[in-house]
């Protein structure tokens, strides 16, 4: 790129962000766009290729304190427009006439232009920052690379969700291509170096007195170059596959929960390492218990004479069941706790909250009838105290 053509890059419209946006701000901006613009998820796009470019190389200058400052600098001497800012008709010499680089520098810069504060330090440092990002890129593009992170969701029974359990999962991801073993050329031949970079993944270009360096055009940053491309892959080393793993699913996960499974994601490129496995569980409704965090939820009916007199009942737990004493005279709607026996997470387990509910017979024989009006008429318990106070002191007023 020419010097012109880098200092009229405006890198904050390249984010979206105003120029006053703090580090957050640009790294939160970055991380989406380079989401939506990453090359593995526009195959062949081109427009979104170049646009993750810009949007790389805008913030690998805004994110470095150093790098940005002089970036903002440089713009403001340059008013943004190739010309700066404090030359009258823009350069040195005005009138669009020609000038001497060193008479730039030295009207930044002062007496001598190269001292402290001077548009050359400023640049200098502008532009190596460039051509390193630019290294640095091709590098990494050459290089081991970090395989994809793969989300997938499983759905399981409210026992297994509360038990743990493991499961068979299939699906696509990139992976290493088999024909060609990730070279991307086709099987019986190599790729080669690049005869432009020399394997260096980057160019180097002189104007005028600057030298910048940028991502070879000719291998794409790689530093090989692939002239009979794999046919199943197309010169990619990447293919979309269908597998099948089994992954442990621990207990006490809930409904909606995403678990990371590390190193189960996408194979990495050249020798990198797995991406991870994100796994997003849905949790099917048991007939019987609800859940509320680690507890257990169980609603059981009993009658009247259970209530009245107390008894012993037999409740199940998702790993058996358990006797349970109901005291005598318990109220429908009595929440009694069996401790441990709920869903067991991490360092701990829930417990079971058994609900009783005073089951009301629907129909009655006359004799069971007969029974319970004898048994009415015995009764002079008031159940409804409070009301009664209630009525009886507004009847008094």
């Known amino acids: 790129m020419s010097t012109r053509d880098f200092i009229e890059k405006d890198y904050y419209a390249a984010l979206g962000v105003p120029k006053d946006a703090d580090a957050t701000a640009i790294k939160k ?22 646009r993750f470019k810009d949007v790389s190389e805008a913030y690998d200058v805004l994110s470095d304190t150093k790098r940005r400052t002089e970036y903002d600098e440089a713009r403001r001497l340059f008013g943004g427009g190739g010309r700066p800012g404090g030359f009258p ?12 680089v060193g008479d730039l520098f030295g009207a930044a810069g002062g007496a001598g232009g190269r001292g402290a504060g001077g548009l050359g330090d400023i640049l200098g440092g502008l532009f190596g920052g460039a051509a390193g990002g630019a290294r640095a890129r091709s590098q990494a593009a050459s290089g081991p690379a970090r395989g994809q992170d793969v989300e997938t969701e499983a759905t399981l029974s409210f ?15 990139p992976g290493t291509c088999p024909t060609c073993n990730g070279s991307g050329a086709r099987p019986g031949t190599s790729p080669h170096t690049c005869p432009v970079c020399q394997g260096a993944g980057v160019t180097s270009r002189s104007q005028g007195a600057f030298a910048f360096s940028e991502p070879c055009r000719n291998c794409r940053g790689t530093g090989s170059v692939v002239d009979d491309p794999c046919p199943t892959c197309a010169g ?22 995403r ?17 991870d496995l994100f796994v997003v569980v849905h949790v099917s409704e048991h007939p019987l218990f609800g859940r509320k965090g680690d507890d257990l939820m169980l609603t059981v009916p009993i009658t009247f004479a259970e209530a009245a007199l107390g008894t012993t009942v037999t409740v199940p737990t998702l790993d058996g069941s358990v006797s349970l004493k109901v005291p005598a005279g318990t109220a429908s709607g009595r929440t009694l706790r069996v401790r441990g026996r709920g869903v067991h997470g991490k ?10 509910e005073v089951a009301v017979p629907v129909k009655l024989t006359p004799a069971q009838r007969k029974v319970i009006e004898s048994l009415a008429e015995e009764m002079d318990e008031d159940p409804r105290p409070q009301i009664t106070a209630a009525l009886q002191a507004a009847g008094e007023q």
């Open 159 to 173: 026992d297994e969700a509360a038990l743990g359990v493991t499961v068979p999962l299939r699906m696509q991801s």
């Open 29 to 50: 901006a970055y991380r989406k766009l380079a989401q939506e613009l990453h090359p593995d998820k526009n195959p062949g796009n081109t427009e979104a290729e170049a």
């Open 89 to 100: 008709g823009g350069f040195p010499g005005g009138g669009g006439q020609p000038f001497d």
């Open 236 to 257: 990619n080393g990447v293919t979309t596959q269908t597998r099948t793993i089994t992954v442990r699913i621990p207990a006490g996960v809930k409904d909606g929960q």
């Open 259 to 275: 678990i990371r499974l590390a190193g189960k994601g996408a194979p990495g490129r050249r020798g990198g390492p797995a991406g």
């Open 347 to 356: 360092g701990r387990s829930g417990d079971l909250l058994v609900t009783l």
